[in-house]
């Protein structure tokens, strides 16, 4: 499956947005300081949220907007189409594009912002964002570290997730099920790679304290419903349901490969600063973030601002 299509699924389900609602809460007392400096110094901004998935960045930008009787003009930009129809009731311009060819003048913006976006498209789709911004221009985009503790957390998901994929646990118990309701056929052979796939798919997940592994119980909870319940269900139906299961955890590894992807170690923060400055961005920096109880940094805080 293809990033496009990946994140598009992504965006049609709920968890989008509870890990959107998650990403808000952490960082919102900084984004509504940040923003109301800015609005304050040019309360009509044209502002470009790039890579703004459900558009947390954006709808902290709207209403600390309203609150100071502010009227920025905002783009909103994705490449999911199902992430822009989230922005559906908002006061913006949505447009669907990849961060990598965003179809925009120099110096178009006022404002740029982005919340672990950009990067997906690749540290260049980063880099470039400098040419956007417009003489006294301000921007702010916080990125995925390397190394940090949501690239922990990814990382932690993955191992979990690869286990399930390795051990094909999902067709470890759709065999046991096509067999238990069958009448001609004995079920021995099946439950016991199914018990074995189970106890690595077990010890992985009790080793990694993460989404991942509470996905892994779900995953086991409506297995062993199947199975107990195996006569309520009929194989015409089951199929799908088991190749709908595949399909999630392959999706979800390509999700937390993305992300690992995407994390950026220091020299290739650093490097994105340096392209700014060759796009005549003056003042740049870029900062480890911690949040309050951890004790490593989390993301990199990108921010720029234009000579006037």
Not at 83 to 91: T, V
Not at 137 to 156: F, P, Q, V, Y
Not at 180 to 194: C, G, N, P, Q, Y
Not at 285 to 300: F, K, M, N, R
Request: charge should be negative; aromatic fraction near 8%.
């Amino acid at each position: 499956m293809d990033q496009a299509r990946s994140w598009n699924d992504y965006w049609l389900g709920d968890e989008a947005m509870s890990a959107t609602q998650r990403a808000s809460e952490l960082f919102r007392d900084s984004w509504r300081e940040w923003l109301t400096g800015v609005f304050s110094d040019n309360p009509k901004a044209r502002m470009l949220d790039a890579a703004c998935g459900a558009g947390a960045v954006t709808r902290e930008a709207i209403a600390v907007a309203e609150g100071m009787k502010a009227e920025p003009d905002i783009v909103c930009v994705d490449i999911a189409p199902a992430a822009i129809a989230k922005l559906a009731d908002a006061p913006v311009t949505t447009l669907t594009a990849d961060a990598k060819a965003l179809p925009f003048e120099a110096g178009e913006f006022d404002v740029l912002v982005s919340q672990f976006g950009v990067e997906y498209a690749g540290q260049e789709a980063l880099s470039s964002m400098g040419r956007l911004l417009a003489p006294s221009g301000r921007a702010l985009m916080i990125a995925h570290m390397a190394n940090g503790t949501i690239a922990k957390e990814c990382s932690d998901n993955l191992h979990v997730l690869q286990t399930l994929i390795e051990t094909d646990i999902v067709s470890k118990v759709s065999d046991v099920y096509m067999a238990l309701t069958s009448t001609t056929r004995a079920v021995d052979e099946e439950v016991e790679a199914f018990r074995e796939a189970a106890e690595k798919c077990g010890a992985a997940a009790e080793a990694h304290a993460c989404p991942a592994r509470d996905f892994a119980v779900q995953l086991f909870a409506d297995c062993s419903n199947v199975l107990n319940n195996h006569q309520a269900y009929r194989p015409e139906d089951m199929r799908p349901w088991f190749d709908g299961q595949r399909q999630a955890i392959d999706a979800y590894a390509g999700r937390m490969n993305d992300m690992l992807k995407a994390s950026l170690d220091e020299a290739q923060a650093q490097s994105v600063l340096e392209d700014w400055r060759r796009q005549g961005v003056e003042q740049c920096s870029v900062t480890p973030i911690t949040l309050e109880g951890d004790s490593q940094a989390t993301a990199w805080r990108f921010e720029a601002r234009n000579a006037a």
